[in-house]
């Protein structure tokens, strides 16, 4: 079969194959949103989790889905990764 003949099909929702799961668990760190004017649209697609929305409210991080790994950090001024808190005061 010639690649032209494959069929073309929706590659699906971003994050839908880890919706079920819970991986914050895993997080050392968070990404929270500084400015919403400064966060770049793409980074809904360099986000592995599909836990970043961007849209004409702004953004928003579905903490549910996001592991932490601070891709979209790293592509977007508008977002910080900070320590997440799990345990006593003053421990992360």
Known sequence: M????????????????VEAAN????????????????VNPIVTLYCPDGAITVDESGAE????LCKGCGICAKE?????????????KGVF
């Not at 690649?3 to 929702?13: E, F």
């Not at 914050?24 to 400015?35: C, D, G, L, M, N």
């Not at 991080?61 to 549910?64: D, E, G, H, L, S």
């Open 76 to 88: 977007s001024e508008g977002i910080q990764m900070v320590p997440e808190y799990t345990g006593p």
């Open 2 to 17: 010639a690649v032209k003949n494959l069929p073309i099909v929706p590659s699906g929702d971003p994050g839908a194959l």
């Open 61 to 64: 991080v579905n903490y549910k």
């Open 23 to 38: 991986y914050a668990t895993w997080r050392i760190f968070r990404p929270v949103i500084t400015e919403s004017a400064k």
